[in-house]
């Protein structure tokens, strides 16, 4: 039995025509996850597929990193340590190609080894692939495996094989084949003793292999970074400190490099590499993550409005 003093239900909740009527304030706060998951989809798909120009001024690290490469010439040696997966495809794999569309430019003559994930040698070699084969379609040289790039395959213990690269190079990666043919006898070993013999060391990475690389390489050779969002920060002090001379940081230095290779940046004085360079990875994705970010704020703001607006109206029923 109810109280006298008991408010009757259809004071709280008002008869419809159809039932009850749920307060504004509860149907906002309580949406279907599947309905979210479909706002979400909808709106980081939309960018993928409508041409969104955003204006971008590359950071000071993005500009030093391709001014650096810009220094490689014809058949200077480069090493890169190419630490990433699938599992950061989206930043890593965006700035993997920016580099190498300028590396392939420039001449260099590039080896590669890893340290950080078995998995991380077949997705360098699988991304070459992909580029060898839109060079092809656009009718340029391709970026040949043994000539031009050699891979030394991956390195199980980080610490041990970066120290052997700084100490010993020759014997660290004595025994390595790639295509069955000894790596210290392929073109872009030829000439080099010890890792100062390369004109630049590269790091990309979703790991802690670039601390290690500065702990261990540090003045021996130039160090330049390509890292992810989440590592940004802690890298950027080995570039303040000048102990690399150069960053790509997540997307966003992805983004930088792609605009630099496309249109340069004349006011530093920095020409383009591939003028007119259409729009890679990173600035299909660029604006994707700014939408995502949006939509992220927008759904706080709505779920702060519900919650507001049921608290007042619990104060006012009191």
Known sequence: MSSPNMPLPSDQNPVGPTGPTVPWNERLATVPKPILYAILILVCALPQF????????????????????????????????????????????????????????????????????????????DTLTAMNSARRTAGKPEFVRGKDFVSTGFFANSEGATNGIANDLLATFKGKKDLGVPVLETPPMQGIKRVQDF?????????????????????????AFLVTGVMGPETQVFYQSKQIIGLSNGLKGAFDLEQLIAKGDPAANLPAVIPND???????????LHFAMALLVIMIVLGNIATIAGRSKQRGMR
């Not at 601390?211 to 021996?220: L, P, Q, T």
């Open 199 to 223: 004109k630049l060391l590269v790091v990309l990475t979703a790991s802690k292999t670039s601390n290690i690389v500065v702990e261990r390489v540090s003045g021996k050779v130039p160090l």
């Open 50 to 125: 409508l041409p969104i120009a955003f204006p971008n001024s590359p950071d000071e690290s993005s500009k030093d990193l391709y001014r650096s490469l810009l220094e490689i010439q014809p058949g200077d040696k480069v090493l890169v340590a190419t630490d990433w997966t699938n599992s950061t495809r989206g930043e890593s794999r965006a700035e993997f190609i920016a580099l190498f569309k300028v590396l392939i430019e420039r001449g260099a003559k590039v080896t590669l080894y890893s340290t950080a994930d078995p998995q991380a040698p077949q997705a360098a070699l």
């Open 278 to 288: 259409p729009p890679g990875q990173a600035s299909k994705f660029y604006p994707t």
